[in-house]
């Protein structure tokens, strides 16, 4: 790393929003108090958290970024590197796996625990297993793909971890395919809530299957587990959890006037409380929020110093419409700064990711957008560099405050 080539913050204007208004230097409405979302809305979930896919706008946030035992949610994770596994042409839905004998007394009936009752020895094709995994949530399912896949759960561990980091997971540690008690196994709702995402975004095919009532093996009926599906708020997926230790857990994705609502809880006390909160933060978010548009597609929201340029500033863009939800009762209250990386130094490239935007509703994160240089600035001639490099070297030690 160069003296001159580190990451600083710096606050930049912004153009005005088309129905707010916008200050100087950085755009500042009046904020919402401390704590204002608790005072909108409130949860018994020890952790929680609820975001709306459209906007990525973050309705509310409590803890959720403390690590938990992940419980059978750690079963998304599984399915996430089987529908990976169907894309890329690596299995298909008919393959079949074998039931080993560790699958059928780990997580079979033997086991006690959620089972599809497979039977010890028996075939059984990538699609009847995942409907096991998703509906019954069977351990015995995910063990079966586990080992198919991988040769051994152990391996199929490792793969988890890698491909939670290529999704963008940050915080999670895998270490079985079910989620059966580990002491390093640990996710954050954060995750837990990207996951879901992701998995929404990119298998919708297989995401259908999460809405799916029942299913049946080995002739034995079982309902699925998601208590969402019974209650009439839009809801299709994900699943459900518990330890000792964490509580009653959830992840659950529902559509409501064509917006996608995304929620993770954890740390209930029984199931029944986890289906009541589970329903409460849903029917708030639909109705509490509002969205307010931003910047349309393309437009420039800031302008970023370039040094030793023919220009000496760049305009910076996001590669889609900026819109978020805000409080219907103080949709004029936000903030917002853009961050990047710097100094930008000539030649500059047209449409580089060099920084990102941030707006806050009061004191919470509520969004967060990429944003890209507008054109391309190509190097000075030799006496506009030199003024810039004297520029540099007297002021570059602004670069460490956040303006």
């Given at each position: 790393m160069t003296e001159t080539d580190f990451s600083y913050q710096r606050t930049l204007p912004l153009k005005p929003f088309r129905k707010l208004a916008v200050s100087l230097a950085v755009l500042l409405l009046a904020?919402?108090?401390?704590?204002?979302q608790e005072a909108l809305f409130d949860t018994k979930a020890k952790q929680a958290l609820m975001l709306e896919d459209q906007t990525g706008t973050i309705l509310y946030a409590k803890a959720p970024d403390t690590l938990i035992e992940p419980a059978a949610l750690a079963k998304l994770m599984t399915m996430e590197l089987v529908f990976h596994a169907l894309k890329t042409g690596q299995i298909k839905i008919d393959t079949q796996y074998t039931v080993s004998e560790n699958a059928w007394r780990t997580g079979g009936a033997p086991s006690g625990g959620s089972t599809m009752f497979a039977k010890l020895k028996s075939s059984i094709s990538v699609g009847d297993l995942i409907q096991g995994v998703i509906v019954q949530s069977a351990n015995d399912g995910c063990i079966i793909l586990a080992e198919g896949i991988a040769?051994?759960?152990?391996?199929?561990?490792?793969m988890m971890n890698a491909r939670a980091k290529e999704i963008g997971l940050k915080n999670s540690t895998f270490r079985n395919s079910t989620g059966l008690p580990d002491p390093e196994q640990k996710v954050s709702l954060t995750d837990l809530v990207t996951?879901?995402?992701?998995?929404?975004h990119e298998y919708p095919e297989?995401?259908?299957?999460?809405?799916?009532e029942s299913f049946t093996w080995n002739n034995i009926f079982q309902r699925n587990r998601n208590p969402l599906l019974k209650l009439d708020i839009g809801?299709?997926?994900m699943g459900t959890g518990y330890t000792e230790q964490s509580g009653y857990g959830l992840v659950g994705s529902a559509e409501h006037n064509g917006r996608r609502y995304i929620a993770a809880l954890s740390g209930l006390a029984t199931d029944k409380e986890r289906a009541e909160e589970a329903k409460k933060i849903f029917e708030w978010a639909y109705s509490a929020f509002?969205?307010?548009?931003?910047?349309?597609e393309g437009e420039t929201i800031a302008e970023a110093s370039v040094f030793g340029g023919v220009k000496s500033s760049v305009p910076l863009k996001a590669h889609e419409k900026i819109s978020l939800l805000v409080p219907a009762a103080n949709k004029?209250?936000?903030k917002a700064h853009v961050e990047y990386k710097g100094p930008l130094l000539a030649p500059v490239k047209a449409d580089e990711q060099v920084g990102v935007l941030r707006i806050w509703i009061g004191d919470a994160l509520a969004q967060e957008t990429p944003v890209y240089t507008g054109e391309a600035v190509e190097s000075g001639d030799l006496q506009k560099r030199t003024l810039d490099a004297v520029l540099e070297l007297t002021t570059g030690w602004t670069r460490r405050l956040k303006l």
């Open positions: 904020a919402l108090p401390v704590h204002a040769g051994s759960e152990q391996k199929f561990a490792g996951l879901a995402r992701y998995i929404k297989y995401y259908r299957t999460y809405a799916q809801a299709d997926g509002e969205e307010v548009n931003i910047f349309a004029d209250r936000l």
